[in-house]
């Protein structure tokens, strides 16, 4: 090979890296090894950020697919099931969108890009559904919102998703995006229930989307407590010292008081 490659001088000796051994741990051990690594100083914030990030992108995005069918036809005096089917084709640009945002900026710049224009796309629904009748630019303000509602989400999925699994070092990562994942999963089921729990104790459908962009608005804020995952070596494990070191936040906060 060296010769092929014209680099004759260059060394190929290597050495094996000393793995720990733990092929003879029992399942409660690895549980318990996976938690430590997850809730330790280190990731527990990043990890908590993450989950309340894919917990509000899966209520927004299931919330308002349970939301829509029965709010559009007091919107448009006809073909609702027709602005039905060009909302979900809007999330296909939205997935490319969030193909190129994240090929093309660092991960937390993404994510922020993409809660911005969720909360952006949210008020203009609101403000547009609400004052409906008295303006004809008030229709293309709602509409233009709902097409941004169903497409922008999209953005989330790729690279929050892309983030759940960058965040953990390769023996615990399919635990760690699990967890994160799970806590999606469970704004998914819980969806409808708050959907018509809101509009049930508000008795107006525009206090769900009131309260989504809220929740997105205060994701916004927490982005900045997850490090940057983007273009950096994922790594296999963390040594025991990172473990229990004090996170960078803690750090600062104990900096300034002192």
Known sequence: MRRDNQADGVPVDFKLPQAAPRGEQTF????????????????????????????????????????????????????AASQLLVGALCEMPGTVAGLIVGLLVPRKTGIKFYLTMTTAT????????????????????????????????????????QVSTELYPTEVRTSGSALCLAGGRVAATLSPLFYELVVEVTGNYLFFFLVI??????????????????NIVLKDDLPEEVLFQKHPCAQIEGSSSS
């Open 213 to 230: 962009a809220s929740l997105v608005l205060f994701n916004l804020y927490m982005i900045d407590l997850l490090p940057e995952t983007a």
């Open 28 to 79: 409660a051990q690895l549980v318990k090894r996976h938690g430590k690594v997850i809730a330790g100083s280190h990731l527990l914030i990043p990890t908590m950020v993450v989950m309340y990030s894919c917990f509000v992108l899966n209520l927004t995005y299931y919330g308002c697919l349970f939301a829509f069918p029965q709010v559009l036809p007091s919107l448009v005096e006809s073909s």
């Open 122 to 161: 949210m008020l203009m629904f609101i403000v547009g559904a609400h004052n409906l009748r008295k303006h004809w630019l008030m229709r293309i303000v709602t509409f233009a919102g709902y097409y941004g509602i169903k497409a922008v989400p999209n953005i989330g999925f790729v690279l929050i998703y």
